[in-house]
């Protein structure tokens, strides 16, 4: 029988925490990732929130708070964008609503955030009352396109 060494148990235990501790960085990371990418979702919604007050009557139409409006929506949709790495979805033991669709359909997933983008940057040249409403429908519709198919359903 082969004797172990105490070098050899410290190199074993040693090896167990690197292996432990990536597991921690990794979770830590998607942590990270995950929060990231539901401040920017926030901000988005904090947008629509604008836009859609402003449609329903309850604010005056200005054309510079549409703008810059529809620029938050778009800035934070093209940085919550690279905030979806693999294994940051609802099975990754953090509570989020990213659907596995969003790593089954890569390419689906960047079509419909590049709709949403574009549409937040259409809203963005809105000068007019009478052009918010067709705007908006089409921010809808690209915020939909991503929420159906891409995102669960609050728990």
Known sequence: MRKITKTTKALILFGAAMIATAGVVQADGHLGKIKE??????AVGGGIKIIVETAKGKRAFDAAVIKSAALTIK???EKAGPLFPEGTGEDS?????????????EEGFAAALKTAIAAADNMAGVAKMADLMPALGQLGGGCKGCHEKFRAPKK
Not at 37 to 42: D, F, H, V
Not at 93 to 105: F, H, M, Q
């Open 37 to 42: 990418r539901q401040e920017a979702m926030k």
């Open 75 to 77: 800035t934070n949709l």
């Open 93 to 105: 033991g953090i509570e989020n609503r990213a659907k596995p669709e969003i790593w089954l359909d």
